[in-house]
Structures are given as C-alpha cells and as structure tokens.
C-alpha cells in the first residue's frame, strides 16, 4: 500500500518534472561475494580435502549446484548441504548435491580423490608421495549456481600441501601458496585448468607479453629448457595473430603412469614428458596444445573437425612461421597429412582424432587460399583464428561458417558444399 502510493509520487515525478533533475531512489550495488577455496593435498590418501568458503553478508550467492561422481567426491560437509545419491535418482554412477548457501556465508567441505585412470594403466591425475597433477574439475565439479541480479563471486585459492612441496598454477599468485582465480567473464570464480604441486622443477619467464612456467615433478626427464626454447619461437608468431592472447601460460608434465598425450585446458596443457617438441609426423604436440588454450574453443555440432584441424593445422604455421622449421619441410609435412587425411571418409565425426584430422588440415589449408583469393589477400584464415578465440561459444560447423563469411565478406558456400562431408 505505502510502496504503491510511493511509486505513483515517483511518476508524477516523472510527468511532470521534465528538464527537473528528480532521480528514483537507485538501486544498491549487487553486494561482493568473495569465495576462498582451500586445497589441502593429502598424499597418503591420494586426495585432497577441499574448503569452498563463501563471505557474504546479504546472500547474494543463494545456491549452488553440482553433479558429481561419488567414486571421486566424498564425505560433503556443511549448513544447507543436501546429497541426493545414486539409488534415489535412479541414474547409474551420478550424485547431486545441492547447497543452499547460508545468507550470511559459509563453507562447504569434501574430499576429491585425486588418482583419475583414463583408460587401462594410464592416469590423467595423479597423487603420489612427492608430487600431485591434477585438473580443476578434479578438485571441483563444474558448478551451476543462482545468484542475486548483478551478483559476481571472485575466488581466490589457498593451498595447504606437505612441508618442502611448491605449486604451480594458472592463476595470479599471490603468495607461495595463494592465488586469485583472476576470471574476469565469469559470473563464480572456479579453479579450472591444470595444477602441479610437490617437489617440482618450474622454468618461468616472460614470453611475448605471456607469463609462461613450465614444470614437472624432480627427476621427471621433461626437458622444461627444451619447451620454453620452442615457445621463445613460436608463441611470438601465435601473440601476432590473436587480439586477447593469454595473459600466462603454465605447462606441466610428467613421466609414466600419467596418460602419454596432451590435454589443453584453461591458461594451462598438460603433455607427456616424453612426447618431442616435434613429432615424427612433423607437427607439434605442444604447439597444438597450446592453440587449445589460444583459442579456448569446445566443439559444437559438427565442429570437432575444426577444432583439431586448427590446432593441427596452425603447429605446423607456427613452427614454419618462426623459423623453427623450413618451408620445404612445412609444406612435405602438409602432403604427407594430405596423403594419410584421403583415407578419412567424413570430416564430421564426433572425436577428431588421426586421419580425420589429417584431412582437416589439408581441408583448411584450401580455406585459406579460398579465404586469401576473394579478399583479394587482405584476409587470411589467422583472421578466423581471432574470430574463434574471441568467440566464446562452442564452435559448430554452422557457427564457423559464419565467422568464415565475416571474414571473406561473403558465405563460401561452394567451398564448404564441396569439401566438408
Ligand atoms: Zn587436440
């Protein structure tokens, strides 16, 4: 009644007081929230016992959500925290949880265990006596929440590890075990990308405006000089193409058991300690990888194709690029995955992985040119690249044709009509 009567002063107000400087009252500005995560890393367990600490005082973070994997995720703790298991949701191997976030703050608690297997023998986190690698997602499962209108969460991290152990991460450090997430399009700071903590070995130094940090467990054979010496190449060539290049850059490696690949993440990839800085094939695991993390792309429909095929396509542009290879061997390396990509039968597959992406390499390559022929030279596939990277939807094949029309000022159809199938 009173509110009512209030509001329709505020419209006389308004009616009458053009050219009067009369104001409604303003909104207050959506309250801080800040959340500080701990990660306290507990070897003999082979996991880590995780503190997610929301501070507010007017409940601008109402509720948090998550699915998890309650082989990994266990023993949740906290005001407000209700776990809805297995059985009761009748869906094989998922769990919920669901946290009603107290309106003056408050913690949540559980243990993530770290050993992740990715197929048989082979893991793609791990904690062992002197080191521990893992993921984000391995710590925290990705979190959906609600929020009060305009309301942001900033996170910092705080790691409590065994004496004598270092940690490396992607964030901003800000002191010998805390960091700011410093994820500024995020709406809750989450710790994502890769992590490395124990007694490790850490080359780092600035690269092109990038704060890079290579790292891997002592006596893990990972050649950290080797890769900063390929980076000092090549990342300058990646920095030239991109508007927003990434401001640090961590990567870390180590020996068997861990998974023999690479996994990009944010700001971070992981890759073997044995793979080469340049495969027998002539491409570069750590380049491709790193064009991962430049262009922060996930595939959408039909896109996985395109998302390898950059990556692929541009480690051999950067090696060429910077030197580090020649154009004679660029261009045999191109043949010889033109020639392994003919055996591919579709580009539109769910995993690009091998020929598939072998053909993709060889697909883009004529976009270019196609790409150079219509703009008379004054665009090139880098252009598309910077599309992407700034893009931050997932790329689907539809999505790609649009930035490729951006890019050329006209839909190639006839090029994507006759190549990608
Ligand atoms: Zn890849």
């Not at 995560?37 to 109402?62: D, F, K």
């Not at 996985?304 to 660029?330: F, N, Q």
């Amino acid at each position: 009644m009173k509110r009512g009567r209030l509001r329709f002063v505020w419209v006389v107000f308004a009616l009458i007081g053009a050219g009067l400087s009369v104001r409604a009252p303003a909104e207050p500005p959506p309250e801080p929230v800040k959340i500080a995560y701990e990660i306290r890393v507990v070897p003999t367990e082979r996991s880590a016992h995780v503190t997610m600490e929301v501070v507010q005082q007017r409940g601008g973070l109402e509720r948090v959500h998550f699915d998890f994997d309650p082989t990994r995720f266990s023993a949740f703790e906290g005001p407000g925290v209700e776990v809805t298991t297995a059985a009761e949701r009748d869906e094989a191997g998922v769990a919920n949880l669901d946290w009603a976030v107290p309106k003056q703050g408050g913690s949540l608690r559980f243990v993530a265990l770290l050993d992740t297997l990715r197929g048989q023998a082979a893991y793609d986190a791990r904690c062992t006596r002197s080191w521990a690698l893992f993921r984000g997602s391995d710590v925290l499962p990705p979190i959906r929440t609600s929020r009060r209108s305009g309301v942001r969460a900033e996170g910092s991290v705080r790691f409590r590890l065994p004496s004598d152990w270092r940690v490396v991460t992607p964030f901003v450090r800000k002191g010998a075990m805390r960091f700011d997430l410093d994820q500024p399009g995020r709406g809750v700071e989450t710790p994502r990308g890769w992590m490395l903590a124990g007694e490790i070995d850490v080359v780092s130094e600035p690269i092109a405006g990038v704060q890079v940090a290579v790292a891997a467990p002592q006596q893990h054979d990972a050649r950290p000089q080797d890769r900063v010496a390929l980076l000092r190449w090549a990342l300058p060539e990646l920095v030239k193409i991109l508007d927003r290049p990434p401001e640090r850059l961590l990567v870390v490696s180590a020996e068997d058991p861990m998974w023999r690949g690479g996994l990009s993440g944010p700001g971070s990839l992981y890759l073997h300690a044995e793979r080469p800085l340049i495969d027998d094939d002539g491409t570069s695991p750590l380049l491709h990888e790193l064009m991962h993390v430049a262009m922060r792309a996930s595939s959408g429909p039909k896109g996985d194709w395109i998302v390898e095929g950059l990556a692929e396509y541009y480690s051999i542009e950067l090696l060429a690029r910077s030197g580090t290879i020649s154009p004679e061997r660029a261009e045999a390396t191109r043949a010889a995955l033109a020639k392994r990509g003919a055996t591919a039968e579709t580009l539109l597959v769910p995993h690009a992985k091998g020929a598939v992406t072998a053909r993709a390499v060889t697909t883009l390559a004529t976009l270019d040119r196609r790409i150079r022929k219509v703009t008379e030279g004054r665009a090139s596939l880098d252009d598309v690249v910077r599309a992407v990277a700034s893009d931050p939807e997932r790329l689907s094949l539809d999505r790609f044709r649009e930035h490729v029309a951006q890019v050329a000022g006209q839909p190639l159809d006839a090029f994507f009509d006759s190549q990608v199938d």
